[in-house]
């Protein structure tokens, strides 16, 4: 796993710092592409295993990783219980509201402890309301600007991976000495 030094000491003690994290699934989790599949399928998107794997060891490592979605596919709600992901908070159009209902779920975890990782128009406002907005690297301009931190990956494509490393690197607590992965596909 290639190692990321924090940008700043502000990045640092933002990743150092961070109780539970939510990401967005869309050119997030997956590279923005969708597809026909079907009746009864629906639409589909792609997603790297690479990133299941992540965010598999970030959850078992202790760090709750919650999405936060407007994707109501059935495709994507498989996935997210195949990662062992609550599935609540999919097909969300208030990603605001829902983010407060994820941190009462979560034991009242404070905001500033809160990662979001996204890449759109409607993660951008979120990230003014958690310690640490994260985009990937093509997110959309808004997003890219009221991020406190861009990814060098690009969603779908080790985005997760990469913020796994960027955590470790930090030395967040919950992240530190348990890198196990399920076997089998992610
Ligand atoms: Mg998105």
């Known amino acids: 796993m290639p190692s990321f030094e924090a940008r700043t000491e502000d990045q640092r003690v933002r990743l150092a710092s961070i109780e539970l994290l939510t ?7 997956t590279d923005a592409t969708t597809w026909w599949a079907g009746e009864p399928v629906g639409w589909v998107q792609r997603y790297s295993v690479r990133d299941g794997e992540a965010l598999l060891r970030i ?3 202790g760090l709750p990783v919650v999405p936060l979605s407007r994707n109501k596919t059935a ?5 997210i219980e195949h990662l062992g992901c609550a599935p609540d908070w999919l097909g969300v159009t208030d990603k605001i509201g829902a983010l407060e209902q ?17 890449d759109g128009l409607d993660d951008a406002p979120v990230f003014g309301q958690v310690g640490l907005g994260v985009a990937v690297a093509d997110a959309h301009p808004e997003a890219l600007r009221a991020a406190h931190l ?16 960027r955590l470790r690197g930090a030395n967040n607590p919950r992240l530190l000495g348990n890198r196990e992965t399920k076997r089998g596909p992610t």
């Open 23 to 29: 990401f967005d699934i869309d050119g997030t989790l």
């Open 59 to 61: 959850a078992r490592a």
């Open 75 to 79: 495709s994507a709600r498989r996935r």
């Open 102 to 118: 994820i941190r009462e779920r979560h034991g009242a975890v404070a905001a500033q402890h809160v990662l979001h990782v996204g």
């Open 150 to 165: 861009v990814l060098e990956a690009v969603g779908g494509a080790r985005a997760i991976e990469e913020l796994e490393a």
